[in-house]
């Protein structure tokens, strides 16, 4: 029986001392337990590694989620590239064009005399010139007229030109300047379009979803396309499904606009202790935190911890604020890691703010409850041999 008791007397040590080594390892998360990543107080501690330094700890409040949304998001393309409401069709250098001219009778400069049977003499008061192509210099020859320029002029205006340099030669004259073919105010449409174009503009005014149309449409659906919009030296992108809902931005398009269908496959990873860990897409308009968390099934019930919820992401150095210097690659972007807190009711508003970027990372960190639990279960798997070995050895 004393051999027996100092069996168990030296087993209870044992297990005891096994319990404390264990237990010791505990107030954080001990590296020799499997999980899925950091803590919530290991990313918090925010330690230097050779890999990656000056990583910037941030915690996201309503302010910093407005902040990151206003410079954020695409802009609009009628603040970009404000315009009237009509459209002026602008000759240009190529454009071919036909010119009509009528007098009052009795026509002196353009008209001719001819004897008609039952009425007498009458004037012919109107005359059409052969076309003519627009030069390089802007011009168009009108007789008794001379050059007139057509130079960002419309039909109209050059008409009323026409008509001030016939003064006292022709009596009373009258002019139609028709454009028979558009060589100079076309746009330029390519990208993810079914087939890129060169569109031709008319006086009716097209816009940026009649670009789109004209080529085919785009190849893929319209919540993963943008579209960029070049003009002189301006260049902007918006999400098309954005200027299909607001026809504010379906702006008129100019002779020289370069419009190009963009695909843009966006997506955020999520890790951790969430309903699913995996590459997320999402539209080209962008997506809210509370948005991409609910895509990723939510938070783990059992597992999560609601006060460590995660973001890595390379961010714009001009958009962190900071009491030091920052140390920025060669892009101008420095790493952040921005912390929310869902245990505060107040964080689920803020989330509906905060927008997520292209490979933005999300991750939601396991909760202490749940690392104990599972060093519950590595102790248990530890001291149940022994247990069972001090049973039979009792038994025996």
Request: glycine share 6%; hydrophobic share 40%; net charge neutral.
């Amino acid at each position: 029986m004393n051999t027996k008791n100092h069996f168990i007397k030296a087993q209870t040590i044992l297990a005891g001392m096994v319990l404390i080594s264990m237990l010791s390892g505990c107030a954080t998360q001990p590296d020799w337990i499997s999980s899925s990543g950091a803590s919530r107080e290991q990313v918090l501690q925010n330690k230097q590694t050779d890999r990656i330094d000056g990583i910037e700890l941030i915690d996201v409040s309503n302010a910093l989620a407005t902040k990151l949304f206003e410079a954020k998001k695409l802009g609009r393309f009628s603040d970009i590239f404000p315009s009237s409401s009509t459209h002026n069709y602008i000759i240009g250098p190529g454009d071919v064009v036909d010119v009509t001219i009528w007098e009052a009778p009795p026509a002196m400069l353009f008209g001719a005399i001819t004897l008609d049977p039952a009425a007498g003499p009458v004037t012919t008061r109107g005359v059409t010139f052969p076309e003519q192509m627009v030069t390089s210099d802007n011009t168009i020859a009108i007789p008794f007229a001379g050059r007139v320029s057509v130079k960002e002029r419309t039909t109209q205006e050059i008409e009323r030109e026409i008509v001030v340099r016939l003064y006292g030669k022709a009596n009373q004259p009258q002019v139609l300047v028709r454009v028979i073919k558009n060589n100079s105010s076309n746009v330029t449409v390519v990208g993810e379009v079914n087939n890129s174009t060169l569109m031709a503009l008319t006086p009716k005014g097209e816009r940026l979803l009649d670009a789109l149309a004209t080529s085919g449409g785009v190849k893929e659906t319209t919540n993963r396309m943008a579209v960029q919009l070049s003009r002189a030296n301006m260049t902007a992108t918006m999400a098309l499904h954005s200027i299909i809902q607001d026809p504010k931005q379906n702006i008129l398009l100019k002779p020289g606009d370069v419009v190009t269908a963009l695909y843009q496959p966006q997506t955020f990873s999520v890790l951790g202790a969430t309903g699913k860990n995996e590459e997320v897409p999402f539209e080209a308009q962008g997506i809210s935190l509370a948005q991409a968390l609910a895509r990723s099934g939510g938070l783990v019930d059992n597992r999560a911890d609601a006060r460590g919820v995660f973001i890595f992401r390379f961010e714009d150095a001009k958009l962190v604020d900071a009491d030091h210097p920052l140390t920025a690659g060669a892009d101008g972007r420095v790493p952040v890691i921005y912390q929310v807190d869902l245990r505060d009711p107040a964080s689920f508003f803020v989330t509906q703010n905060f927008p997520v970027q292209n490979h933005d990372v999300i991750y939601v960190a396991n909760s202490p409850e749940a690392e104990f639990s599972k060093f519950m279960k590595l102790l248990i798997s530890v001291a149940m041999p022994g247990l069972t070995i001090n049973r039979m050895f009792l038994l025996n």
